[in-house]
Each structure stands twice: as C-alpha cells, then as structure tokens.
C-alpha cells in the first residue's frame, strides 16, 4: 500500500487590500484581491488571478488563472470560470499556451452556478444563475441561460 503526498490548502503570496475578510477554509495562492472584499469558504482563486475593490465571493467558487475581475462584482455560490476550452480535444495538460483570459468590469453580478467561459463583460452586467457564458458580453444588462442570452436592460 502506497502513501499519497498530502498537500495543505491555504493563503500563499496574496497581495491584500484593506479590510478584506477571508473565510476559511480556502485555497488562494498567489493572486492579488482589492480592498473591502469578502472571500467566503470552499473558495480556490489560483496564482495571477486580479481581483477589485468591494467584490463579494461567495462559498464553493473557482477563479482559475487569467481571470480579472473589477471592482463591486458580485460572484454567487458555486461559480465556475473556465480557461482550457479543450481546443485540441481534451485538456491542456499544464500547456499554458492553449489556456485564455477572462475580463469581467466593474459592477458585474454573477449568480450561483454559472460558468463563464474565457470571456471579456463590460461594466454593469447582471449573469443568471445557472447561466453559461460562451461569448464576450459589451451591452450592459441581464443575461440568462445556456447560452447566455440578453434578457432584458437594467
């Protein structure tokens, strides 16, 4: 029988703001996160993520490397962001040459369980719960389902 190598999650090399309340467990390493932001537990933010003053991330998220969100974003409970689309049919396997970026602005609300493609939102978004974001959104508003579509102005 074989022992597995056992590793820690944690706060490694994170660059704070003021006033930023983290709770734990978490798993954030080398990523810089904006004052007066909330980071709630079950959360992965992973190394040259950017994230703005006043967001709030909710419980069981995942923030994967090239994401940039801006400042008073909301991220619901169980967001998901992707950045392998798997374009040579499966994925990357540490190829981070294949891996895209995602821009999310400012006041951008994102509900729980969406998943958000490598795309770039313009300030002042609403995203559904459950939605899936597949292309770059540049007109502000909500947007709902799978595919994300414009629902309706704000």
């Not at 994401?67 to 190829?95: E, K, R, T, W």
Request: charged share 15%; aromatic share 8%; with cysteine.
């Amino acid at each position: 029988m074989h022992n597995p190598k056992l590793l820690q999650a944690g706060i490694k090399e994170v660059v704070f703001g003021e006033n930023v309340k983290v709770v734990q467990p978490v798993n954030i390493y080398g990523c810089s996160i904006g004052s007066g932001s909330f980071v709630g537990p079950f959360v992965e933010i992973q190394k040259d993520v950017t994230i703005g003053a006043n967001c709030r991330i909710q419980s069981h998220s995942f923030i994967c490397e090239l994401v940039s969100i801006g400042s008073d974003c909301f991220i619901g409970h169980g967001v998901m962001f992707i950045n392998d689309l798997f374009a040579s049919g499966g994925p990357a396997q540490g190829d981070k040459t294949k891996w895209m970026s995602t821009r999310i602005g400012n006041r951008v609300s994102i509900g729980s369980n969406a998943t958000v493609m490598p795309v770039s939102i313009c300030d002042g978004v609403v995203i559904g719960a459950g939605a899936v974001v597949t292309k770059d959104i540049s007109k502000p508003g909500v947007y709902v389902g799978n595919p994300a579509r414009f629902l309706r102005d704000i």
